[in-house]
């Protein structure tokens, strides 16, 4: 069983288009987040939810819209995509919020935007 | 602002030989994790550090903090081919809430 899931794994959509990715964990945890890696590897922090909360936002535009419905899933909604949003999304898990739990990472969903 | 820096970003070395990546972090935590990224692959986590003067081991990899320095070292014992891969180390200063600051990664290729 996968513990933290993410779907689609490749989406390929052309600018200005609306596209969502869906994450999913099996691991009973209360936290979930969304990084972004980009074409250097370079991997920040976009969200991060608690019992389908949101507790950061981190100066991620207006466009990315997060949706937890339900603490196991933790969906990002992308509006009017963009050439710069091309990048690798990692949705991650975690037990709860304290910083010496681990996350644990999904697969990753590769976003080509043409 | 929290500011992780590794070094080297990249390192190609010889199967057999020793080597150690840096990390270091601008602000007090005691949090620090070391994940490896396969390419086109997830992280794994390979260490949780979570106090001043941890070591950890495993195989041939063993991690270290100093969180008086802010420093974390991952040293590679005898390097086999099978490690070539990207090492993060991450940071988490601000609790859970706040997510994990990540180093720029040190792309590894050990050569035989």
């Known amino acids: 069983d996968t513990a933290v899931s993410q779907t689609p794994k490749y989406l390929v959509t052309q600018m200005g288009n609306d596209k969502s990715i869906k994450c999913e964990q099996n691991l009973g945890h209360d936290t979930m987040y969304w990084y972004k890696q980009d074409s250097k590897k370079f991997l920040k922090i976009m969200f991060s939810?608690?019992?389908?909360?949101?507790?950061i936002n981190e100066t991620v535009p207006n466009r990315f819209s997060p949706k937890s419905p339900d603490k196991a899933h933790l969906n990002l909604h992308i509006n009017s995509l963009e050439l710069g949003d091309s990048a690798v999304y990692f949705c991650?898990?975690?037990?709860?919020?304290?910083?010496?739990?681990?996350?644990?990472f999904g697969p990753g969903t590769r976003l080509t935007v043409t | 602002e929290l500011k992780v820096e590794q070094n080297p970003l990249f390192l190609s070395m010889q199967e057999g030989k020793n080597y150690t990546i840096y990390c270091n972090y601008s602000t007090t935590s005691d949090r620090l994790y070391w994940y490896r990224q396969d390419p086109g692959k997830s992280l794994e986590s390979l260490f949780v550090?979570?106090?001043?003067?941890a070591v950890k081991q495993e195989g041939r990899l063993m991690a270290s903090l100093d969180t008086k320095a802010r420093l974390s070292t991952l040293h590679i014992t005898a390097a086999v081919h099978d490690l070539s891969a990207t090492y993060f180390c991450a940071v988490n200063s601000g609790g859970g809430a706040d997510g994990l600051t990540f180093g720029k990664g040190t792309h590894l290729i050990i050569q035989p």
């Open positions: 991650a898990s975690s037990p709860g919020l304290a910083d010496y739990y681990e996350q644990y």
């Open positions: 939810y608690n019992n389908k909360e949101l507790i």
């Open positions: 550090l979570l106090s001043n003067g």
